[in-house]
């Protein structure tokens, strides 16, 4: 199984090169694509530098800071277009383990997705974390999953393994969100149409160089759009029903 991994990056010049090391010792099949937006720090440059010796690592350079979903979708697109069995989505930041990609793989054998679980059995969050963010995210969990219904752990994961078919299905041009909502949305739209969710549980480390994003404020501003997602889905959600009672 040939297996695209694709890391959205900014400001990662640091993380880039121990995670590439990693990813490239796994006995997998990996491609690697980093797709920057033009990152202040130069991660681009420290990329190129590494597709020098790692040959299956490819740079995608953007202009500018386009967000996450973008940087996605670009990635995501390419790797279908080249032909890959399945696509990997993971952070830059070291937070999700490379080791545990054999076991994501594996288990695509019995799904169409696997999402690297913090919220299953044996799944865990860094000591680091602050109590309030355990809260949030477990909160935020917990309340995406029971508004849009999807039965999973760890809707907002941003590690996760696709069959190239399950995303060639999925009509990903409609999503909207940003921000980690847009994980949120993947994954509803991979549960209306009925696709198999499979979950592995994986530690989550906090990042080690740079700074986290997160805050109360993103977190309030997602509570809303996950009502958008239930919305303008409306229609998937109908024809996963009709082709259940056919
Ligand atoms: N290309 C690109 N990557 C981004 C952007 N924003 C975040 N990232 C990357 O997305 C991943 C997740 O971001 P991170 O800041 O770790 O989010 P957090 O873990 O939720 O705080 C990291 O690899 C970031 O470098 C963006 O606007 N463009
Ligand atoms: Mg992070």
Redesign the pocket.
């Known amino acids: 199984m040939r297996i695209s991994v694709v890391?959205?990056?900014?400001?990662?010049a640091e993380?880039l090169p121990e995670l590439t090391a990693a990813l490239f010792s796994l006995p997998l099949d990996l491609n690697v694509l980093v797709?920057?937006?033009n990152?202040p720090d130069g991660?681009a440059d420290v990329a190129a530098e590494l597709s020098v010796r790692y040959k299956s690592l490819k740079v995608v350079r953007?202009e500018s800071?386009?967000?996450?979903r973008?940087?996605y979708m670009a990635g995501i697109r390419m790797a279908i277009e080249e032909g890959t069995d399945a696509v990997l989505q993971?952070?830059?930041?070291l937070?999700h383990d490379p080791r545990k990609i054999p076991e994501m793989a594996a288990s695509l054998e019995r799904a169409d997705v696997v999402l690297g679980s913090r919220y299953i059995p044996g799944g865990s969050l860094d000591d680091d974390w602050h109590w309030w963010r355990r809260r949030l995210s477990r909160f935020g969990n917990w309340y995406a999953r029971t508004i849009l219904g999807i039965p999973v752990s760890d809707v907002t994961t941003?590690f996760r393994l696709w069959r190239a078919t399950t995303l060639s299905g999925m009509p990903l041009e409609r999503i909207r969100s940003s921000g980690?909502v847009f994980l949120v949305e993947m994954a509803y739209i991979a549960h209306c149409l009925e696709y198999r969710i499979g979950e592995v549980p994986i530690h989550f480390s906090e990042?080690r160089h740079?700074?986290?994003?997160?805050s109360i404020g993103i977190q309030a501003e997602a509570a809303f759009r996950v009502w958008q997602v239930w919305w303008h889905h409306r229609d998937l959600r109908r024809r996963g029903r009709r082709a259940r009672s056919i």
Not at 7 to 12: F, G, H, M
Not at 65 to 68: A, F, I, S, T, V
């Open positions: 890391v959205p990056t900014y400001n990662e993380n797709v920057d937006d990152s991660t953007r800071k386009m967000g996450l973008s940087a993971m952070d830059a930041d937070s941003g980690y990042r740079g700074r986290s994003k997160m």
